[in-house]
Structure formats: structure tokens, C-alpha cells
């Protein structure tokens, strides 16, 4: 029998019981920070988390718990990437804690150990597994998503909302995301939609970062050392300022003495090849500053950089050092024959490695990058040119990061880096546990401005806004497994539409105070016409007055019932469309002026004489280079007192006139003094003149007909007799304003609260019209044709099922189906026509792909109709390259038939779009089922591409 205890009884203490938050933090050679402490508490308390840090913080200690968690637990945990390269690295850590028999990789292309309890994959793996109903999924407790501020990507960040909406609800979901400034509001999105999860944002760099500028071969510290103690932001370094303006003084006083600067040069001259790298690397060696990664954004950038290095003469790495790069080299490439490592330009890639030197991006060789990758994190490769993929979450932490340029491609248009590139860029600098500070080092040019350099630096967050957007596969996977409605509410949960929500919510609110203020001005508008005797009905011109100020006023009179100009607030509105058109005219004039100059400048040929009216410099001017660029045309002028230099359209007020011609010799004399003053002399004994009274002669046209009716109404109006009336026509003016200003809120609350629905609802237009979906008795059903379009996870998945369905690839061999399937996924990366009659001989190929060309143009009629955007045209630039490939012929022959424009496909393109390549064809083989003609042709194609340098990348 069981005594209760009493009070005075003794009590010996038991042993606390470990949680597996104790036995993973005892397990690691290092304490963990409170972020990640409190991280992995929640997550073991049943909690999601979103963790927010910065890039080197150690957020990814977080997903491993949850790796521990679900092995200790016996279930499933899904780590997920964005990229390829993070998937095989996080693999390889994995194994390297917990075994190969505990973890898995899927990155569509490749498999290993699918079954294990912890896979390792890309996020568009688990988000097809969602939509195929994978039994994989059954006893899955947790799913990381790494770098999951990636679902800001206009072309694949969908994919991570379609993942966070569709899993189970008892699956924890650990976000992992770099620094965002509304991590709160994204916390509260997946919240909404996942339940409980706890938001941990930690701003704090474990290692301090240092900003630096390098001014010649100075470097300079960006911020002022010696800040004044009042607090705020940091102030630009007067010393580095100082320096650049004599720089610059220097600069133009050289260009002077040379008699202008040269046409087609900036001020200090090129950039690019015109940079000095191997000062830059030898001045961040005497510093101190090695290993360091050199950001570029471009491939060629990145081998032009790295040839430079080499052509210097400099070594960075003892003997010693030099044979464990060749260790290292000789262990990655043992599967690559003589003739590959001959066609790859093994030994100059070496040669680089052996001086401490290498190149980073998508274009090399996967097996090269992977090399790269080691030997710069045992510290073999002390300066890496890199592009910007370098950045996203790949381990390769340096004590350095150059940045040459604040402007890159985005795939559209040069634009400025924003402040999370550069914060995402630079956060690469300073490696835990090595280094006391890192530094970020921005070199200057005369186009980089301090001030925009420290905007960035300062400048630690930014914003997360949603990419998500219905397409054709997603509507029919949503379409299939929840419905028409469903598939609207899933939209409507969406971040996107959260945010749009958001931003709704504060317009909202705007438009309720300007609808009071609007009813408050109506009341003292009326009460002070009353004041004055006016008939409230004249100030309002009815009952309702005029409905929208911004309105086109510009058609008719009507009856009178009909006048928008009635009533004194008509008269007020009156006014303002005077001044609007006004403006307008004014508007096009200066348009047209600026366009007649331009035209009359590019069409001014050599040896031309105009007259000058603006400006420094006026009278004659002889014409002695044609203008060039047709957008800005600039010709080279000498104007009779001696002054040459080019002018442009700023220096004309009307456009220029040819006033007569003088003959030059072959090559004028215009660079030295003497030279100058000939010409000039010549140019004044030809007797032309510049005509009197033209310089301040203005083009004029006739009066604009809408102003001549608006101001001959403006003054029969019978507002307008009315005097002392100041008062009201502030008012009035103040009413009309507030009533714009509610009428923009109505129209961005009517866009931004429909933009989804009213996407998804054209796309089902298109399928329904195709026969992927059809409406059974009001409900929208998927049909076998759409089942088939769910399995194709393509960015042409619609043009793919449409060519399946049309049997235009049935009776093509594994070549031809695989130079097809190419057309597909391959974009070139410059301009290029690439439709049939571009592919040579093969009869076969040449039809299939004219057949898919035409089901394309059918189908962009019918998105067109639907406006739906339409899918891009095939791009046959790869297709000969993979057939060839298919083929059995060699990696040189394959490579050359892929150039673009005369150049080769780089190798890391080549394995890159034949991964693809093998990726769709493997989707159509199990979308058609194995019994087919096009999946037996699907299937050898795949087995005859995975060979050599592929096949090694592959496996």
C-alpha cells in the first residue's frame, strides 16, 4: 500500500530525462546561439518555425534538429533546397553525421536511396510528389525549406507557397530564410495557413562585417572612423570622398590635355578587361584579406578575370599546397577520358587551381565546381571569380568579397543590385570560428557614387513579396484534387493574396477617411454658397454633382442633364481640364520638338554647315563626324571660334538647319590648337551666315481645338461671373482632389483583390476549351487528356501534352525525340531563329518539329483569346547538340553543334540542359505509360544521354 508523503519527508531528486534537444546540442562541437536554441525548442515543443538570420548565422543547425527529431522519432523529414548544388552538398553533410543509409536525394535527375527516412531534394521534387499523391509522403513529420525567401522568384518561387499550402497539416514546416524585413507578416501568413508556428528573426552577424572601398590601390574604409557620437546613421568616410574628387580632378584635367576625351570612353577609362584583378588580389594579399571571392555577373566576366590573374605572374599557394590541389584535382576527374579532359581544357583549369586561382559559375563543368568548392573551403583556392549563384546558401564562406560593379543582367535589363542582393552577396564574407571580421570590398569606378555604396551596406533587409501565379499544370492539380472552389480558396490563402489582403486593408482605411472628409467638404461647400444667396443646386449642379474629375470631359455637350461641366463644381472641374490640356500640349510640343532635333541631327552628314543658338558656343559649325547612336545622336561639330566637341539635342531649341556645305580634307586636323583654327578660318571664308532674328524663333503650331472649346465653355459659363468666390472655388478645388484621390483607392482595392481569380479563371478558360477540364453538372472535372498534363512539370507542359495528344512525336526514334523534347526546355541566351528549316538532313526531325511549331501558334491563338500569356515558341538552339549526343557521337562534335552565333556551349550548359532534357523525357515516359512507342523511344533516348561526361554528373 502507498503512503502520500508528508512535507517532512525526504525526497531524493530523480535525473532529469534528456530531451533530443539536450542529446543534439551535446553531440556538437560548439555551443549553440539563443536564436538557434530557441529555434529548436520550438520545433521539438510541436511547433513550425520560421527562422530569420543572416547569411553565415548557422540557421541551417535548426533543419538538422528537425533531421534529428524525425530519425529519433521514426518518421519522415524532407530537407529541401532551391538549387541542385544545395541538395548534393546538403546530401554529402548529412551522410557525413548520420550515414547513407539514413539519407536519400531526389533532384529529378538523380536518385539515391529514395526510400530512406531523411531525402534530401529540390523543392519541385516534394511539390510533384504532393500532386502525384506519392507514397513517400506517408509517416512524414517534417519538411525544411531552405533558403526559402526564394519564393520571392519570378520564375520558380510558386513552387515553395504550393508546398507550404498543400501538406498535411501535421507536417512542421522549418522555414529557413535570409534577413527579411516583414518576416513578421510572412510568420503570419504561414501561420494562417500551417497553425501554430513560432517567428524567429535574429539580425546579429556572428562575425562583424567591415565595408571597404578600393580606390586605385588604396583601400579605404566606407564609413567614417570617426564618427561624430550623435547617433544615427553612419556617415561616408571624408577621407575616401576627398580622394575620389581629386581622383576625378586628375582624370579630366588628363583628358583635357589630350583634347577631350575619346569617343566611347568614361571618365578613368573602360571597366571590365580594363580593370586591374591582379592589383586587386595582390593588394588584398598584403592586407591580409585572402581567401577571397571576387563577385561578377557574368560567366565571361569570371574567365576574363581569372585570365588576367594568370597572365600576372602571381602564386598565392606554396609547393606544399600545390600537390594537395593536385590531390585533389586527380581524385575528382578519374572518370573523365583522355579526350573529354583534353575537349574540357583540363590542364589550363588546373594550371589556375595549382597558382590559387579558379573560375565559379553555371558554365563550367559540374564536376569542376565541386572541385572548386572543396579546395576554396580547405583554403587551396585563395581568389575565386564567382557569379552570383555562388551566394545562394553554397558553403564556400571566404574572409573577403569584391564587388566591381553595382549593376547586373536580371534576364531583361541591367539594373541596380537592391539592398538584399548586396546584403545576400557580401553576408558571404567572414567564416565562423577563422576569422575575427569579414570584409566586403566595393571597387571603385567613376560610375559608383560612396553614397550608393553605403545606402546598400546600410540598407540590412529587405522585403519578401509573393511570385505566386496560377499556370496551366498547377490549376489542373488544384482542379483535380480540390475542385473549382477549393482551388479558388487555396488561391485566396495564398502569401500573394495575404499580402494584396494586407495592403487592401490599409487602402481600405484610407478610403474611409477620404469618404467622411469628402461628405465634410460637400457640408461647407453648400454652407458657404448659402452664405453668399447661391442656390445649393448651382453649386453642386444636381443632386449627385459630377462623378469623377478624372473622367474624359472631352466629347460633346449632351443635354444639359447630361453636362458634366454643370453647377459650379462642374465650373471648378472646367478649370482643371484647361490646365490638364494645357499641360498636355505643352507636353507633346516639347515631345515633337525633341524628336524633330534628333532626327534633324542623325540625318546631318560630314561636312555639313548649321547654325548654333544655344549653349557656350554660337554661329557657324561644320559638320566633321556624323551624330551615331540614332537615340541620342551626338555629331562632332567645329564652330567658328575654334571650339570642337560634339553637340546633342540639349543644345538646340528648334531643329538644326542645313545652311550650306564645306569640303574637308580626308582626315581633319581637329586635335591640336593650330589644326582647330585652320578649319575654323576655312569655315568663316565659305560667306555662309546664320540668318537673322532665328535664334530666338520658335516652331509654332495652331491653338490645340479641345483648349479653344474648353475655354470658349469656361467663359460662358455662368460660374464664372460669380465674384469675391475664393473661398468656394478652395473648396471646390479641395473636393475634386479628395474624389480622385477616392476613385484611384477604389480602382488599386478592385486590381489587387482579384488579379489571382481572375488569372486562374482565364486559365481554365484555355483548358476547358482544350478538353483538360469539362463542367459535369456545374462542377468543373478533370479529364484524362488534364491527368495527363498534371504529370508534366514543365514551363511548356501545356505546348508538351498538346504534341502528345496530337501523336506529332510517336514515330520519332531516340534521337529525333530527344532533339524535340530539347526544343522544350532549351532558351538561348542570345536573339536566334531556330524553327525547322534550321535543323539540317534529318526529313523526320524536320517534321516533328514544323508539327510542334504549329500546335504552338494553335495554341497561342487560343491563350491570346483568353488572355492567358502566351507559352514560348520551341528553341531548336540544343536540338542538334542532343541528337547528336544520343547518337554516340563524341563530347567535341555534340559541343560544337551547340554554339550560339559561332561560339561554343559552355560543358556546364551542355550537362545542364541534358539533365533537363532527360528530366521532361522521363516525365512524358510516365505520363504516356511504359506500354507506348514514345515512352520505349523516351527510355532509350534517357539511357543513350547518360554516358560520359553526363552520365559522370548524373550518377
Not at 275 to 281: A, D, M, S
Not at 530 to 535: A, K, N, S, V
Not at 623 to 650: F, I, K, M, N, Y
Request: net charge negative; aromatic share 6%; glycine share 10%.
Amino acid at each position: 500500500m502507498l503512503e502520500a508523503m508528508t512535507s517532512s519527508d525526504h525526497v531524493l531528486e530523480q535525473p532529469a530525462v534528456p530531451t533530443a534537444f539536450d542529446e543534439f546540442a551535446e553531440r556538437l562541437d560548439f555551443r549553440l546561439d539563443d536564436f538557434q536554441s530557441r529555434a529548436c525548442r520550438a520545433l521539438e515543443s510541436g511547433h513550425g518555425v520560421l527562422v530569420c538570420a543572416p547569411t553565415g548565422a548557422g540557421k541551417t543547425i535548426v533543419g538538422e534538429f528537425a533531421v534529428h527529431l524525425a530519425l529519433a522519432g521514426g518518421t519522415k523529414c524532407f530537407y529541401t533546397t532551391p538549387i541542385k548544388a544545395l541538395s548534393n552538398q546538403k546530401y554529402h553533410d548529412l551522410v557525413e553525421v548520420h550515414g547513407e543509409a539514413a539519407i536519400g536525394l531526389l533532384t529529378g535527375d538523380t536518385s539515391i536511396n529514395s526510400d530512406a527516412p531523411i531525402v534530401v531534394m529540390t523543392t519541385e521534387v516534394v511539390r510533384n510528389m504532393i500532386y502525384a499523391r506519392s507514397p513517400a509522403l506517408r509517416g512524414l513529420s517534417h519538411v525544411v525549406m531552405d533558403e526559402v525567401h526564394f519564393l520571392a522568384d519570378r520564375f520558380r518561387g510558386a513552387v515553395w507557397e504550393e508546398v507550404i499550402l498543400h501538406l498535411e497539416p501535421s507536417v512542421r514546416v522549418v522555414s529557413l530564410s535570409a534577413t527579411v524585413s516583414n518576416a513578421e507578416e510572412f510568420g503570419d501568413w504561414i501561420q494562417t495557413v500551417r497553425g501554430d508556428t513560432t517567428v524567429i528573426v535574429d539580425e546579429h552577424r556572428p562575425v562583424p562585417l567591415s565595408q571597404h572601398m578600393l580606390v586605385g590601390n588604396r583601400l579605404f574604409d566606407l564609413f567614417d572612423p570617426h564618427p561624430d557620437g550623435h547617433g544615427g546613421r553612419a556617415k561616408v568616410n571624408p577621407e575616401l570622398k576627398r580622394h575620389i574628387r581629386h581622383k576625378i580632378l586628375l582624370a579630366e584635367e588628363h583628358d583635357d590635355r589630350r583634347g577631350g576625351r575619346r569617343s566611347g570612353r568614361g571618365r578613368g577609362g573602360g571597366r571590365g578587361g580594363g580593370l586591374p584583378r591582379p592589383q586587386v588580389v595582390a593588394r588584398l594579399e598584403r592586407e591580409g584579406l585572402l581567401p577571397a571571392i571576387g563577385f561578377i555577373f557574368s560567366r565571361v566576366g569570371c574567365d576574363a578575370a581569372l585570365a588576367q590573374c594568370l597572365r600576372s605572374g602571381l602564386h598565392l599557394l606554396t609547393p606544399e599546397q600545390v600537390a594537395e590541389v593536385d590531390e585533389v584535382v586527380d581524385r575528382h576527374l578519374t572518370e573523365l577520358s583522355p579526350a573529354d579532359a583534353d575537349i574540357l581544357g583540363v590542364e589550363e583549369w588546373r594550371a589556375g587551381l595549382r597558382r590559387g586561382f579558379a573560375a565559379h559559375h553555371a558554365g563550367l563543368l559540374p564536376t569542376f565546381r565541386h572541385t572548386v568548392e572543396e579546395l576554396f573551403v580547405r583554403g587551396l583556392v585563395r581568389m575565386v571569380f564567382a557569379t552570383e549563384t555562388l551566394a545562394l546558401g553554397i558553403n564556400m564562406p571566404a574572409r573577403s568579397v569584391v564587388l566591381e560593379r553595382l549593376v547586373k543582367f536580371n534576364g531583361e535589363a541591367h539594373v541596380d543590385l537592391s539592398p538584399g542582393e548586396f546584403t545576400q552577396l557580401t553576408g558571404r564574407a567572414g567564416r565562423r570560428g577563422i576569422d575575427v571580421e569579414g570584409h566586403a570590398v566595393v571597387v571603385w569606378t567613376p560610375e559608383i557614387v560612396p553614397e550608393q555604396v553605403a545606402g546598400l551596406a546600410g540598407a540590412r533587409t529587405f522585403p519578401l513579396r509573393s511570385s505566386f501565379a496560377p499556370e496551366y499544370n498547377m490549376a489542373v492539380n488544384l482542379l483535380g484534387r480540390l475542385g473549382l472552389e477549393g482551388s479558388r480558396d487555396l488561391l485566396n490563402r495564398s502569401f500573394a493574396q495575404f499580402q494584396a489582403d494586407r495592403s487592401v486593408v490599409g487602402d481600405a482605411r484610407k478610403l474611409d477617411e477620404q469618404s467622411v472628409r469628402l461628405r465634410r467638404l460637400d457640408v461647407q461647400l453648400i454652407t458657404a454658397a448659402e452664405m453668399r444667396g447661391i442656390d445649393p443646386g448651382v453649386v453642386t449642379g444636381g443632386p449627385d454633382g459630377p462623378d469623377d474629375p478624372d473622367a474624359d470631359h472631352s466629347h460633346g455637350d449632351g443635354p444639359d442633364g447630361d453636362d458634366p461641366y454643370r453647377g459650379f463644381l462642374g465650373y471648378i472641374t472646367l478649370r482643371e481640364d484647361i490646365r490638364r490640356r494645357e499641360r498636355e500640349v505643352r507636353f507633346e510640343r516639347r515631345t515633337n520638338t525633341h524628336e524633330n532635333i534628333a532626327a534633324e541631327l542623325a540625318a546631318l552628314k560630314r561636312g555639313a554647315v548649321i547654325g548654333l543658338q544655344g549653349g557656350r558656343h554660337r554661329g557657324l559649325a561644320v559638320v566633321l563626324e556624323t551624330a551615331g547612336q540614332p537615340a541620342d545622336p551626338r555629331p562632332l561639330v567645329l564652330v567658328e571660334d575654334g571650339w570642337c566637341g560634339r553637340v546633342g539635342v540639349r543644345d538646340f531649341v528648334n531643329p538644326p538647319e542645313v545652311l550650306g556645305g564645306m569640303r574637308l580634307p580626308k582626315n581633319p586636323d581637329r586635335r591640336t590648337g593650330r589644326g582647330r583654327r585652320d578649319l575654323a578660318s576655312a569655315l568663316r571664308s565659305t560667306g555662309i551666315e546664320v540668318p537673322k532674328g532665328r535664334s530666338r524663333k520658335r516652331a509654332t503650331a495652331g491653338e490645340d481645338a479641345e483648349l479653344v472649346r474648353l475655354r470658349q465653355r469656361l467663359r460662358a459659363h455662368p460660374a464664372h461671373t460669380i465674384d469675391g468666390a475664393d473661398d468656394l472655388f478652395r473648396l471646390a478645388e479641395q473636393r475634386n482632389r479628395v474624389l480622385r484621390d477616392i476613385v484611384n483607392i477604389e480602382r488599386r482595392i478592385g486590381e489587387r483583390t482579384s488579379t489571382l481569380g481572375v488569372t486562374f479563371d482565364h486559365i481554365v478558360g484555355v483548358l476547358s476549351e482544350l478538353g483538360y477540364v469539362e463542367y459535369v453538372k456545374g462542377a468543373v472535372q478533370v479529364t484524362p487528356t488534364g491527368r495527363l498534363l498534371s504529370r508534366i512539370y514543365s514551363e511548356s507542359d501545356l505546348l508538351v501534352t498538346e504534341c502528345i495528344r496530337a501523336g506529332v512525336w510517336d514515330r520519332l526514334g531516340p534521337a529525333d525525340l530527344a532533339a524535340v523534347v530539347a526544343s522544350m526546355v532549351f532558351e538561348s541566351r542570345r536573339e536566334s531563329y531556330s524553327g525547322a528549316d534550321a535543323m539540317p538532313g534529318n526529313t523526320a526531325l524536320r517534321t516533328a518539329i514544323a508539327e510542334t511549331v504549329e500546335i504552338w501558334r494553335d495554341l497561342t491563338t487560343v491563350e491570346n483569346r483568353h488572355r492567358v500569356t502566351p507559352t514560348r515558341e520551341p528553341d531548336t538552339g540544343f536540338s542538334i547538340a542532343v541528337s547528336l549526343w544520343v547518337s554516340g557521337r563524341s563530347l567535341a562534335e555534340s559541343l560544337a553543334a551547340a554554339g550560339e552565333r559561332g561560339q561554343l556551349l559552355s560543358p556546364g550548359d551542355f550537362v545542364r540542359w541534358n539533365r533537363q532534357v532527360v528530366d521532361l523525357l522521363e516525365q512524358i515516359r510516365l505520363g504516356v505509360g511504359d506500354d507506348s512507342p514514345l515512352a520505349a523511344s523516351a527510355r532509350s533516348a534517357v539511357g543513350s544521354i547518360r554516358r560520359g561526361v553526363v552520365a559522370a554528373e548524373l550518377s
